[in-house]
């Protein structure tokens, strides 16, 4: 998982900025393929502070998973904010260089069809983090610790996930983390 601080540079409406994130990102891919890390994970926003999907930025995004493709890394594109600017990297490049991080729990948290992520792109998660909540904030429980249905998680891929899944958990408390 890379660093998320420079990935609404990657949206933005200035070129230069754009350009200084990518060079970011396609630092981090040629590290993964340095040290054969075959995927890796990043956010596609910070917040809700990201500039709106345009076509100069998919570009940006098409030139790093292609750089990806380049290097065998598949850039999974974690399910964060905006359920707007993922569908529209999945929707614009169709590659196997591109796939998804399904975070169970951000789902549940910032989608607003939760699960219509899976059914939509379900076919194209190469990681998942898997971690529970009260559907209220991101504690990163345990599963079980809170009110996430999993079996209903589970039957919503159309063929059973057998990629990388990572605990992202602590144990429970309800102070926020």
Known sequence: HVPYFACNELWSNVQADREAAFALHAGWVDDCARHEIPRMVMHVTRGRSAPAPHAAALN??????????????????ENTHSVEHLDSLL???????????????HDRLHSPDPLGLVHRWGQRVAVMHVSDTDGRRDWHWLPGDGNTDFDEVGGCFSSPYDGPLMLESMLRSDEPP
């Open 60 to 77: 940006a995004f098409r030139e790093l998973v292609d750089h990806g493709q380049r290097r065998n890394v598949v850039i999974a594109i």
């Open 91 to 105: 929707d614009s490049i169709d590659s196997p260089a591109l796939g998804v991080c399904y975070d169970v729990a």
